[in-house]
């Protein structure tokens, strides 16, 4: 089981990034996504999360209206569309899955509930 976490680099404020989070050894139609992000001397954070069908979504407050999470399960792949970035989004942005029913979204205010990580995607947004 593995996670791959793709699409971080340089951008500059108000620009866009996509994350992708690609999914190998197992079928990530059964697993519910979170997105987290930590930057320097900072917790991991919470962002985004969704339900294995697609169907449900959370967003942080910080992210709500700049970042979309979006899943194709035929790809094998969940990604996180980053709009209108701030420099306070610099950080390492990872994703996690944990087995879930379709429709049932994980709360990402803990990093508690994910079993499986991928090994993060450095964003780093200039002012």
């Known amino acids: 089981v593995q996670l791959q976490a793709s699409g971080g680099g340089l951008v500059q404020a108000g620009g866009s990034l996509r994350l992708s989070c690609a999914a190998s050894g197992f079928t990530l139609d059964y697993y519910a996504i979170g997105w987290f992000r930590q930057a320097p001397g900072k917790e991991r954070e919470g962002v985004s999360c969704?339900?294995?069908?697609?169907?449900?979504?959370y967003y942080a407050d910080s992210v709500k209206g700049r970042f979309t999470i979006s899943r194709d399960n035929a790809k094998n792949t969940v990604y996180l569309q980053m709009s209108s970035l701030k420099p306070g989004d610099t950080a390492v942005y990872y994703c996690?899955?944990?087995?879930?029913?379709?429709?049932?979204?994980?709360?990402?205010?803990?990093?508690?509930?994910?079993?499986?990580w991928g090994q993060g995607t450095l964003v780093t947004v200039s002012s």
């Open positions: 969704i339900s294995g069908s697609g169907g449900s979504a």
């Open positions: 996690a899955a944990v087995p879930a029913g379709p429709d049932t979204i994980v709360g990402v205010t803990t990093t508690q509930g994910y079993d499986y």
